[in-house]
């Protein structure tokens, strides 16, 4: 079965960059599907922000395509989220989500981590 | 980018209650919506995609139905565990959206 775990810096200066790591146990990245990254501002909705297939394409959400970068390391079973010049509206409950690549590309998510909180400081 | 609009946006039920949630897309979507299920602190869960099939090991309480741009949530008789956020998801086309969710609150 398996499992997703964010981990990283709660805090990050703004204007400075914000960088997460997703841990992935009981099964391989180089299955059919895409490894995805999910954010919650306080007292708002989910917002995709991206995914990376194991071949190495991503797919980013055009709202924040321009600071975003993910990757993944396959040999450790991890993946990485990179936002940059982050301000106090990238304040929010991060999560990992595995796609689940309906007809290849339609991403619905299962498992997701249990997120983890990143504050940008002014 | 498709907006998911769902309504309402808390609902106050009792123990046993039918409880409906529905969610619409700004555009036709087909069938391609999941639903979840968020508890505070927990990671959201997978209960329904393809609009109306369950996910493995969720309740039968649980049914979703819809096509194109309107669709529900059913939750046929409310449990005690059932209290908590939920939250539509097309996937039918980039970028993924969601709806801003949905509280179950205990009346």
């Known amino acids: 079965q398996v499992q997703l775990q964010e981990s990283g810096p709660g805090l990050v200066e703004s204007s400075g960059t914000l960088s997460l790591t997703c841990a992935v146990s009981?099964?391989?990245?180089?299955?059919?599907?895409?490894w995805s990254w999910v954010r919650q501002p306080p007292g708002k909705g989910l917002e995709w922000i991206g995914e990376?297939?194991?071949?190495?394409?991503?797919n980013y959400n055009p709202s924040l395509k321009s600071r975003v970068t993910i990757s993944l390391d396959k040999s450790k079973n991890q993946y990485f989220l990179r936002l940059s010049s982050v301000t106090a509206a990238d304040t929010a409950v991060y999560y990992c989500?595995?796609?689940?690549?309906?007809?290849?590309?339609?991403?619905?998510?299962?498992?997701w981590g249990q997120g983890t909180l990143v504050t940008v400081s002014s | 980018d498709i907006q998911m609009t769902q309504s309402p946006s808390t609902l106050s039920a009792s123990i046993g209650d039918r409880v409906t949630i529905t969610c619409r897309a700004s555009q036709s979507i087909s069938s391609w919506l999941a639903w979840y299920q968020h508890k505070p602190g927990k990671a959201p869960e997978l209960l329904i995609y393809?609009?109306?099939s369950l996910d493995s090991g969720v309740p039968s309480r649980f049914s979703g139905s819809g096509s194109g741009t309107e669709f529900t949530l059913t939750i046929s008789s409310l449990q005690p565990d059932d209290f908590a956020t939920y939250y539509c998801q097309q996937y039918n086309s980039y970028p993924w959206t969601f709806g801003q969710g949905t509280k179950v609150e205990i009346k």
């Open positions: 990376m297939y194991h071949s190495g394409t991503t």
């Open positions: 009981g099964g391989s990245m180089t299955t059919n599907n895409w």
């Open positions: 393809k609009a109306s």
């Open positions: 989500a595995r796609g689940l690549a309906v007809e290849r590309t339609r991403n619905l998510f299962d498992p």
